[in-house]
């Protein structure tokens, strides 16, 4: 039943009904400050084609190499990620997928760029711009081993063990979301947060200037990083406030056709 | 024909010709010390049946967590294991597999217990055993964070980057290498170096006590890591001096056949 209620929700382009124990159990300020509340409805609303618009995507983990064999990596299986791009191929767009190291196909219709490090997947989401669209799905490394050794590091009785010195990586949502020439229409970012998820995510909204934050809650119990389910809330901006919208636990593909339903909405209701 | 000439040989249980230049190229000492020479036929040549064996094997990497949603990882698809303990079972052995992360289905026939760390590797191991052979395949990360985060680390501005201290993993090849009771028969250890391949390998396989140690190169070009083919060279020690075999370029699942082929000889021809 939440998932039908949900689906005549998002097809009449109102908030969908969250269950009242969804946000008591989060002791966030945000509860205060920025009550659950519905999205206008887009002018749009039940057209869900992306037809013409360009759309970019990455997804999946960035490596961040420490030798030629080690890395430093987040946790992410790039499904909701790559999910997202097929859905957003199936809704007509043209779509390109920057995606680091995963172990899933390439979305069918989708043209996929392989990526490495947030250096790499910085210059790849660069290249493919112009867009419409830009959904930052990736779980980019938010540092890096400051200098990478040519060859694997040996270990050795006696040496002190070593010490990793990290550098901040490129931040690419926030580099896509502030570009003053060439900024996306939409800029989608997400957040993987383990504590106070809406109050990271709302911060991150506003630091990161982007449209819509999806936010996910990646805690130890959750199961979201590598499953099939993923249980977001949505966060847009209304006159400087946040909004959250709080969607049903659905599978990572019903998640993306929705999230590319909501897309298309918000890209329409934008035009003159 | 290398190919074949090399089925020839190991059918034989005599050496497998090495190309002139496979150690020409490499300007390691051990190309005097340990000339390349043929492994003693085992009395039980031709058998490959590891029927009535216990075989305990490690596959892919160790994740070490740095917080709930990053870690340190060594390069690792977990195919060449994953094809040994196939192998194994399809040699009639009774096999358990300790697999770190992969994206691997597990193989027919085989008991799979995964794991995460290099610790919970070892005692998963350790639970595993007694067996007749140990392949210790995996690609164990030699270092974890000395304290990893419950929460996730958050980006702060201004704030000095952060620095990871590392400590030493437990070295689970040598762990059982080394038992002064219950040690298998016959401990088989891998090693994946980029440079200086063969000493690297002669050094390991006299420090950690095993009976045979496969060595690859994963140095640039190689494209080893992840892929679906594997140049090794086996080694093992007569009188204490480092005998070397080098193998020709194969897909991974007839490395793996030619090794449990191997395997079996040795264990048969240990016997009384």
Redesign the interface.
């Known amino acids: 039943e939440i998932v039908a209620a949900a689906a005549r929700a998002l097809a009449d382009g109102t908030a969908i009904p969250l269950p009242d124990t969804s946000l008591a159990k989060d002791a966030s300020p945000l509860k205060q400050s920025a009550p659950v509340a519905a999205v206008s409805p887009p002018s749009g609303a039940g057209a869900a084609s992306l037809r013409g618009r360009r759309v970019v995507v990455t997804s999946g983990p960035t490596h961040e190499p420490?030798?030629?064999?080690?890395?430093?990596?987040?946790?992410s299986s790039g499904r909701q990620g790559h999910a997202i791009a097929a859905a957003a191929a199936a809704a007509g767009a043209e779509v390109v997928l920057v995606s680091g190291p995963v172990?899933l196909p390439d979305p069918r219709g989708v043209a996929v760029v392989r990526v490495e490090t947030a250096r790499d997947m910085l210059a790849a989401v660069e290249a493919a711009l112009p867009a419409d669209l830009f959904v930052a799905a990736a779980?980019v490394?938010?540092?890096r081993p400051q200098a990478a050794a040519d060859?694997?590091?040996?270990?050795r009785d006696g040496a002190p063990?070593?010490?990793?010195?990290?550098?901040?990586n490129p931040d690419i949502l926030a580099a896509v979301a502030g570009r003053r020439e060439g900024r996306p229409r939409l800029v989608v970012g997400f957040a993987?947060?383990?504590?106070a998820l809406l109050d990271?995510a709302a911060a991150k909204l506003a630091r990161k200037n982007c449209d819509l934050l999806v936010a996910n809650d990646?805690?130890?119990g959750s199961d979201v990083?590598g499953g099939a389910e993923n249980a977001v809330h949505l966060l847009t901006r209304t006159d400087g406030a946040p909004r959250v919208e709080a969607w049903p636990r659905l599978d990572k593909a019903e998640v993306a056709h929705r999230l590319v339903a909501r897309f298309a909405a918000m890209l329409d209701g934008g035009r003159a």
Chains 1, 2 share one sequence.
């Open positions: 420490i030798d030629p064999v080690r890395y430093i990596a987040n946790r172990a779980a490394a938010d540092w060859l694997k590091i040996k270990k063990e070593p010490v990793l010195q990290l550098d901040r993987a947060e383990t504590d990271h990646v805690g130890a990083m």
